[in-house]
């Protein structure tokens, strides 16, 4: 069982930058793909950025393309989201993800995190 925790989440004013970090432990020999979403107050759940294990292949929603960049340390069995220019709609729960498969689906990925906080101020 691969359990995910993630850390980093903060408050941050408009424009600034804070990376999230997700410590993956367990047996993640098989994982392929790995990802972060998000669920604001009142909305559904979104897609953030996705990859595969490697890192090879990174993609991003629109609304986020250009501004976060997803990677990961191997020796330190980590997953980043390194999160620059916010914006107060940047505000939500944040959540990585990892499984068998790069999706954008949160049901694709087999394990996930308990999510960390992200506040934008304006």
């Known amino acids: 069982q691969v359990q995910l925790v993630e850390s980093g989440g903060g408050l941050v004013q408009a424009g600034g930058s804070l990376r999230l970090s997700c410590a993956a432990s367990g047996p993640t020999a098989s994982t392929n793909g790995m990802g972060w979403f998000r669920q604001a107050p009142g909305k559904d759940r979104e897609f953030v950025a996705g990859s595969f294990w490697s890192g090879a292949s990174p993609y991003y929603a629109d609304s986020v393309k250009g501004r976060f960049t997803i990677s990961r340390d191997s020796a330190q069995n980590a997953v980043y989201l390194q999160m620059n220019s916010l914006k107060p709609e940047d505000t939500a729960i944040y959540y990585c993800?990892?499984?068998?498969?790069?999706?954008?689906?949160?049901?694709?990925?087999?394990?996930w995190g308990q999510g960390t906080q992200v506040t934008v101020s304006s």
């Open positions: 993800a990892v499984g068998w498969r790069r999706s954008k689906v949160w049901e694709a990925y087999n394990y």
